[in-house]
C-alpha cells in the first residue's frame, strides 16, 4: 500500500520558519512526482509545490522564494522548508502525488491528485 506521513507542523510566529516531512511507505518516492498542497480555513486545498521523480521543482506564485522542497532519497522522504511565514500560509499541509505530474499540475493541467497523507497544521500567528 502506498503511504505519505506528513509531520513538523506547528505554531511560528509571522517571519518564521518551518520545515515539514513526508515519508513515504510502499513505494520510492524518486519514481513519482510528489507534491506538497495545502487547505486553509475555510478555503479549498491548493498547490504548494511540487518535485519530480528527476528532481525538477515547481512552486505555487504564492509561495516562490519563500518556500523550497527537496528529497532525501536515503531516507524515502521529502521536505518542505518554509521560510518568511506570513498568517495566510496558516493550514493543514499535505503531501500526495499529482496524477499527471508536477508540470501539468503547475500548467494548467489535471489537479487530479492521489495517495494524500494524513496532514500536520501549520499555523502563522502573533
Known amino acids: 500500500q502506498l503511504q505519505l506521513v506528513e509531520s513538523g507542523g506547528g505554531l511560528v510566529q509571522p517571519g518564521g520558519s518551518l520545515t515539514l516531512s513526508c515519508v513515504a511507505s510502499?513505494?520510492?518516492?524518486?519514481?513519482?512526482?510528489v507534491g506538497w498542497f495545502r487547505q486553509a480555513p475555510g478555503k479549498e486545498r491548493e498547490g504548494v509545490s511540487c518535485?519530480?521523480?528527476?528532481?525538477?521543482?515547481y512552486y505555487a506564485d504564492s509561495v516562490k522564494a519563500r518556500f523550497t522542497s527537496s528529497r532525501d532519497d536515503a531516507k524515502n522522504t521529502m521536505f518542505l522548508q518554509m521560510n518568511s511565514l506570513k498568517p495566510e500560509d496558516t493550514g493543514v499541509y499535505y503531501c500526495?502525488?499529482?496524477?499527471?505530474?508536477?508540470?501539468?499540475?503547475?500548467?494548467?493541467?489535471?489537479?487530479?491528485?492521489?495517495?494524500w497523507g494524513p496532514g500536520t497544521q501549520v499555523t502563522v500567528s502573533s
Open positions: 510502499g513505494f520510492t518516492l524518486n519514481d513519482y512526482a
Open positions: 500526495a502525488t499529482p496524477l499527471h505530474g508536477c508540470w501539468g499540475y503547475y500548467n494548467g493541467g489535471s489537479h487530479e491528485v492521489a495517495n
Open positions: 518535485i519530480t521523480s528527476d528532481g525538477n521543482l
